[in-house]
C-alpha cells in the first residue's frame, strides 16, 4: 500500500532553516510528483509547490520563491522540503502529498491522493 | 492568481443531505477536488475530477461541477462525516485550495 511517511517534529529559532523528510513506500517513486502543503494551526490548506522525482523539476507557489527548496533521493525514495528564514509565521504543520495528474479530460487534472501524517515545525525564540 | 471560495461553516442533521459548496471564475471550465480533514488527522481525498470517488469512499459522497460553482454533496450524512472539507483546483501550473468548510452534524 502508498505510504509516505514524515520526519518528526522540529523547533527552530527565527532565521533559522528547517528541512523536513517524507519517505514513500508502496509504488515507482519517480512516477509521481511529491507536493508539499503546509496548514496552521486553526487555518486552512497552503499548497507550497512541487518536485518530479525523475526529471528533477519544481514549481513553488510566489509566496515561497526564494525561501524553499524541494529535493528528491531517488536512491531511498525521499522527498525533502527546505524552508529558510523561518519567522513564527511558519510554524505550522507541513504535509507532503503523493501528485496524481491526467491530461485526458476536459482540462487538464492535479490532484493529491496519498499524504503523509504532517510534521510540526515550531519556531520559536 | 486564481481563487477558490467556500462557505466557512454548514449544519446538518444526521440522515440528512449535506451542500457544501466551492466557487472561482468559471470553476466549471477546470476541474474540482474535494478533500476531508477530521481533527488531528491528514487530509483525505473523497472525490477528485469533480464527481469521482476514489477507491473505499462511501457513495453518500459526490460531486458536481458547473459554470461558477462546484459542490459537493453528502446524502444521508452520518456523525462521522462532521469534518473540515477543502475544494481544491489548478490552474496555471498552481494548485490553489479554498478556505475550508466546517460540516457539523447535530
Known amino acids: 500500500q502508498v505510504q509516505l511517511v514524515q520526519s518528526g517534529a522540529e523547533m527552530k529559532e527565527p532565521g533559522a532553516s528547517v528541512k523536513v523528510s517524507c519517505k514513500a513506500s508502496?509504488?515507482?517513486?519517480?512516477?509521481?510528483?511529491i507536493n508539499w502543503v503546509r496548514q496552521a494551526a486553526g487555518q486552512g490548506l497552503e499548497w507550497m509547490g512541487w518536485?518530479?522525482?525523475?526529471?528533477?523539476?519544481?514549481g513553488y507557489a510566489q509566496k515561497f520563491q526564494g525561501r524553499v527548496t524541494m529535493t528528491t533521493d531517488t536512491s531511498i525514495s525521499t522527498a525533502y522540503m527546505e524552508l529558510r528564514s523561518l519567522t513564527s509565521e511558519d510554524t505550522a504543520v507541513y504535509y507532503c502529498a503523493r501528485g496524481r495528474s491526467d491530461s485526458s479530460g476536459h482540462s487538464y487534472s492535479y490532484y493529491f491522493d496519498y499524504w503523509g501524517q504532517g510534521a510540526l515545525v515550531t519556531v520559536s525564540s | 492568481s486564481y481563487e477558490v471560495t467556500q462557505s466557512s461553516s454548514v449544519s446538518v442533521s444526521p440522515g440528512q443531505t449535506a451542500s457544501i459548496t466551492c466557487s472561482g471564475d468559471?470553476?466549471?471550465?477546470?476541474?474540482a477536488y474535494w478533500y476531508q480533514q477530521k481533527p488531528g488527522q491528514s487530509p483525505m481525498l473523497v472525490i477528485y475530477?469533480?464527481?469521482k470517488r476514489p477507491s473505499g469512499i462511501p457513495e453518500r459522497f459526490s460531486g458536481s461541477n458547473s459554470g461558477n460553482t462546484a459542490t459537493l454533496t453528502i446524502s444521508g450524512t452520518q456523525a462521522m462525516d462532521e469534518a473540515d472539507y477543502y475544494c481544491?483546483?489548478?490552474?496555471?501550473?498552481?494548485?490553489?485550495f479554498g478556505g475550508g468548510t466546517k460540516l457539523t452534524v447535530l
Open positions: 475530477e469533480d464527481n
Open positions: 508502496g509504488y515507482t517513486f519517480t512516477n509521481n510528483d
Open positions: 468559471r470553476l466549471g471550465d477546470k476541474y
Open positions: 481544491q483546483a489548478w490552474d496555471s501550473s498552481t494548485v490553489m
Open positions: 518536485t518530479n522525482p525523475n526529471s528533477g523539476n519544481r
